[in-house]
């Protein structure tokens, strides 16, 4: 089990990306404490543990000092909690491929959310959600090529491509019906439309994961101050 | 690649090891991977790309971005120099790019991201709008960022004692910056605003595997005088 409240998690309900740290935390029976943090009005503890970026999530671990960046976070616990639940592959080829497509999900797909959000107009929203579509049938690719045949990315078990994916679901299932589109299908993403059902199950995300509701107020708050 | 096969522990590169990086001469991301390499004493053939007419190995082996640098180990492509310099860390002995800590691993990654996402950006956008106020204003914020880092830490390199992997991702500051101010008759890093971020570049610049690693300057000045628009 985990080894007490040594670990504080600074973050909001509604961010995937705290819900990835979340989801590997659960994953490795860490307990950890959960600082929830206000967005609009970011408290003294985030602003000083992330002078850089001031955002969440941030992980406090003991005496340290605090490690922003999910990602980052991740490989992290990984490497100190490396005996229970292992979620990044051991070898230098292996993790090079996870981490290329880990990037290539932060970098160019799930931005393309945001943008969906800020794009005025039909036409222009259209254009974004094409992308967003182009993008799912390259990570319909990797996930056959990471999956060989096996349930999830990480294989038999949730692992590291499962993990940055799987948090966004709640907001893909947001945008598909905001928007009325599909972004995985039968037709395009057989498998990973099966891997989504399947994910969204797992014990590891399903209490972390939040509700349409929850999603659906952040969202309203986001157009409100971040149009 | 049958993940059974891959080595787990650091090995010396082998005599039938097939080392190849794609890239063109004076690509900052390129010389990333280089002076990795000439830090682990690796040894590689050089493919130089052209851009306008991409070769048909690069287009197969990134496929996702169709950009360089591409580094291709017995056949397996890599892509993204970041996850290229992770790859030889973890497969080869040698100097350590990344800290053996975990902490100070995950520390050095949180750097090396904030170059690549924020200040790189902003520095390239000084020379893009030649020092528009605003940008400069920008670039500073994210530079004093460096500045307190190495003012903290008190270390010769972002590494410590010697370049690790923030030093290296930050080539870009080092290096090509400073080329693209004289192009441009703009003054960014400075030794008054940022007198340890200025003392690194020199001492980085300076450092064998770096040196060995780095395009001709003159060319380079040139190349940003046509590029920005001043020739």
């Known amino acids: 089990?985990?080894?007490?409240?040594?670990?504080?998690?600074?973050?909001?309900?509604?961010?995937?990306y705290v819900n990835r740290v979340q989801i590997v935390l659960n994953l490795k029976s860490i307990d950890y404490e959960f600082v929830e943090e206000n967005l609009a009005c970011k408290s003294e503890l985030l602003l000083t543990s992330n002078?850089?970026?001031?955002?969440?999530?941030?992980?406090?671990?003991?005496?340290?000092?605090?490690?922003?960046?999910?990602?980052?976070?991740?490989?992290?616990?990984?490497?100190?909690?490396s005996d229970v639940h292992p979620i990044l592959?051991?070898?230098?080829?292996?993790?090079?491929?996870?981490?290329?497509?880990?990037?290539?999900?932060?970098?160019?797909?799930?931005p393309l959310f945001e943008e969906l959000r800020k794009t005025p107009g039909k036409e222009g929203k259209k254009a974004i959600m094409k992308q967003i579509i182009e993008g799912s049938q390259l990570l319909e690719e990797a996930f056959v090529k990471f999956s060989d045949g096996k349930p999830y990315f990480g294989g038999d078990d949730v692992g590291y491509l499962d993990v940055v994916l799987g948090c966004f679901l709640g907001?893909?299932?947001?945008?598909?019906?905001?928007?009325?589109?599909?972004?995985?299908?039968?037709?395009?993403?057989?498998?990973?439309?099966?891997?989504?059902?399947?994910?969204?199950?797992?014990?590891?995300?399903?209490?972390?994961?939040?509700?349409?509701?929850t999603l659906m107020n952040f969202y309203m708050i986001l157009m409100k101050y971040r149009p | 690649m049958n993940p059974a096969t891959e080595e787990l522990i650091p090995v010396h590169q082998k005599m039938e090891d097939e080392v190849k990086l794609h890239s063109f001469r004076g690509s900052p991301y390129g010389c990333r991977v280089e002076i990795a390499l000439k830090l682990k004493g690796i040894s590689y053939q050089f493919i130089q790309e052209d851009l306008n007419n991409k070769s048909q190995h690069l287009l197969k082996y990134n496929p996702v971005y169709k950009k360089v640098p591409v580094f291709v180990h017995n056949g397996n492509p890599i892509s993204e120099s970041l996850v290229i310099i992770e790859y030889i860390d973890q497969?080869?002995?040698?100097?350590?790019?990344?800290?053996?800590?975990?902490?100070?691993?995950?520390?050095?990654?949180?750097?090396?991201?904030?170059?690549?996402?924020?200040?790189?950006p902003a520095v390239f956008k000084v020379?893009?709008?030649?020092?528009?106020?605003?940008?400069?204003?920008?670039?500073?914020?994210?530079?004093?960022?460096?500045e307190n880092e190495l003012s903290v830490k008190g270390n010769k390199f972002f590494g410590g004692n010697n370049i690790?992997?923030?030093?290296?991702?930050?080539?870009?500051?080092?290096?090509?910056?400073?080329?693209?101010?004289?192009?441009?008759?703009?003054?960014?890093?400075?030794?008054?605003?940022?007198?340890?971020?200025?003392?690194?570049?020199?001492?980085?610049?300076?450092?064998?595997?770096?040196k060995d690693g780095l395009p001709p300057?003159?060319?380079?000045?040139?190349y940003y005088k046509w590029r920005f628009g001043k020739a």
């Open chain 1, 1 to 16: 089990m985990g080894k007490g409240s040594e670990i504080k998690l600074i973050g909001t309900p509604p961010s995937p």
């Open chain 1, 51 to 81: 002078p850089v970026y001031k955002k969440v999530p941030v992980l406090i671990h003991a005496n340290n000092p605090p490690i922003p960046e999910s990602l980052i976070i991740i490989e992290y616990l990984d490497e100190i909690y």
């Open chain 1, 89 to 110: 592959p051991s070898g230098p080829l292996a993790r090079a491929d996870n981490r290329f497509w880990a990037n290539y999900m932060d970098t160019k797909f799930f």
């Open chain 1, 171 to 213: 907001w893909t299932k947001f945008v598909e019906k905001h928007n009325e589109f599909k972004i995985f299908d039968e037709a395009r993403t057989p498998k990973l439309l099966e891997w989504t059902n399947r994910i969204w199950s797992h014990e590891a995300l399903k209490d972390v994961i939040p509700e349409s509701e």
């Open chain 2, 91 to 120: 497969l080869w002995k040698g100097v350590p790019v990344l800290p053996q800590d975990a902490y100070k691993k995950a520390q050095a990654r949180f750097w090396a991201k904030f170059i690549d996402e924020k200040c790189i």
């Open chain 2, 127 to 146: 020379f893009g709008s030649h020092g528009d106020e605003q940008d400069v204003a920008e670039a500073n914020e994210q530079l004093q960022f460096l």
């Open chain 2, 164 to 210: 690790g992997l923030v030093d290296i991702c930050a080539s870009y500051i080092a290096f090509w910056a400073g080329a693209a101010e004289e192009a441009l008759g703009i003054e960014l890093v400075t030794k008054d605003k940022f007198p340890k971020l200025k003392e690194w570049c020199d001492n980085y610049i300076n450092c064998q595997v770096v």
């Open chain 2, 217 to 222: 300057r003159e060319r380079l000045v040139a």
